[in-house]
């Protein structure tokens, strides 16, 4: 099992920045993957990035390309999202997932391909 804990969201102005950051516990060594996704209000929920816990592979939403940096500190089981360039429509609920299994750059897409979610933590912009 892992448990995967989110922080670091808030309030920002649109054109300001965040990182939010995913601390994960449990068996953190036989992780995969481990993905941002979100979810606004009546939205159904939706990937943000994704990265390999071993190896230098990251997935971005065409959403976000440019805008947001996901990385990981595999020493502090820590994983990061630097979000930049913020608009309104970035507003939502941002969940930190992760999985056993090393997915394949359309499966990480997949929010039913996630064995471990947190609570999220709510992002704001205000426009």
């Known amino acids: 099992q892992v448990q995967v804990v989110e922080y670091g969201g808030g309030l920002v102005q649109a054109g300001g920045s965040l990182r939010l950051s995913c601390v994960a516990s449990?068996?953190?060594?036989?992780?995969?993957?481990v993905g941002w996704f979100r979810q606004a209000p009546g939205k159904e929920r939706e990937f943000v990035a994704a990265i390999w816990w071993r190896g230098s592979l990251t997935n971005y939403a065409d959403s976000v390309k440019e805008r947001f940096t996901i990385s990981r500190v595999n020493a502090k089981n820590t994983i990061y999202l630097q979000m930049n360039s913020l608009k309104a429509e970035d507003t939502a609920v941002y969940h930190c997932?992760?999985?056993?299994?090393?997915?394949?750059?359309?499966?990480?897409?997949?929010?039913?391909?996630?064995?471990?979610w947190g609570q999220g933590t709510q992002v704001t912009v205000s426009s």
């Open positions: 449990g068996q953190t060594f036989s992780m995969g993957t």
């Open positions: 997932a992760a999985d056993f299994e090393t997915l394949g750059i359309i499966s990480q897409k997949r929010v039913d391909l996630y064995d471990f």
